[in-house]
């Protein structure tokens, strides 16, 4: 299975940004060994489609509900329509920002799935249960559940520790790859591969993905700048040759 990129523009991008998607899209093609994704606003969904066809897409979120009086809210089924085939759940900004729990994510998966579309779960741990050792602990209830008893088909899972998050801290290589396979672990079956977000560039990127314990990034800020983007990339595939290692063009300004 191939490692995965996603980039996650969260609240950012509109139709000025449409040739950095065309150049991420360039890059993908250029370096096919890698799985790239990017999601972007829901805005943007339909001509990111139109202009990059063979590209990765996905939505940032969508509602438990399939349809119904919810004002404001998109389902599965109308991301997946305006061209998503993945969408990000459980983000730390939603689950922080906007109080969402593990039994409203467990539910949003559900109809996310069955609306076609594939789901990158994330979960990870606050700096007050890291400071207190519980990491591993705390991201395996986290995704049990997340999950609510479904299995891995179509799934893959982001390991984004709270703490990390914009603040250009990274954990030790080592601590990662143990989570990763805690989270393996807790799979039956064939396991889902197992991203790291937070604070990741092509530096720290390469370092990470050369432990062997990740199988790609979910990638936030650097996502927006298609140089910053594709470095992260061309290193994923240069650490993946020894397991190792740099850019082009585009920028859109948040």
């Known amino acids: 299975m191939r490692p995965m990129l996603v980039g996650n523009w969260k609240m950012n991008g509109d139709?000025?940004?449409l040739p950095l998607i065309a150049a991420i899209a360039d890059a993908a093609a250029r370096y096919p060994?890698?799985?790239?994704?990017?999601?972007?606003?829901a805005t943007l969904l339909d001509r990111a489609r139109s202009i990059a066809p063979a590209l990765g897409l996905g939505?940032?979120?969508?509602?438990?509900?399939?349809?119904?009086?919810?004002?404001g809210d998109l389902s599965a089924a109308m991301l997946r329509e305006a061209g998503a085939d993945l969408v990000l759940l459980g983000h730390s900004e939603r689950?922080?920002?906007?109080?969402?729990?593990?039994?409203?994510?467990?539910?949003?998966l559900r109809t996310a799935r069955?609306?076609?579309?594939?789901?990158?779960?994330?979960?990870?741990?606050?700096?007050?249960?890291?400071?207190?050792?519980?990491?591993?602990?705390?991201?395996?209830?986290?995704?049990?559940?997340?999950?609510g008893g479904a299995d891995g088909e179509g799934l893959?899972?982001?390991?984004?520790?709270?703490?990390?998050?914009g603040s250009d801290r990274v954990p030790e290589g080592a601590e990662v790859a143990a989570i990763a396979d805690a989270i393996r672990d807790s799979f039956p079956g064939e396991a889902p591969r197992v991203l790291y977000g937070?604070?990741?560039?092509?530096?720290?990127?390469?370092?990470?993905?050369?432990?062997?314990?990740?199988?790609?990034?979910l990638?936030?800020?650097?996502?927006?700048?298609?140089?910053?983007?594709?470095?992260?990339l061309k290193a994923m595939l240069q650490a993946s040759t020894v397991r190792h290692r740099h850019p082009e063009g585009g920028h859109c300004d948040r």
């Open 59 to 71: 939505a940032q979120d969508c509602h438990a509900e399939r349809d119904g009086a919810h004002t």
């Open 15 to 17: 139709g000025t940004c």
């Open 156 to 165: 893959a899972i982001a390991y984004e520790p709270v703490w990390a998050i």
């Open 95 to 108: 689950r922080h920002d906007h109080g969402e729990d593990d039994a409203l994510i467990a539910a949003k």
């Open 198 to 217: 937070g604070s990741v560039t092509a530096e720290n990127g390469a370092a990470l993905f050369a432990q062997g314990g990740i199988d790609g990034f």
């Open 114 to 147: 069955a609306a076609g579309l594939r789901v990158l779960l994330c979960v990870g741990e606050t700096a007050a249960d890291h400071a207190a050792g519980r990491s591993v602990a705390v991201v395996r209830e986290q995704l049990t559940r997340s999950l």
């Open 33 to 41: 060994g890698v799985e790239v994704t990017l999601c972007p606003p």
């Open 219 to 232: 990638v936030g800020r650097q996502s927006l700048d298609a140089d910053a983007f594709t470095a992260i």
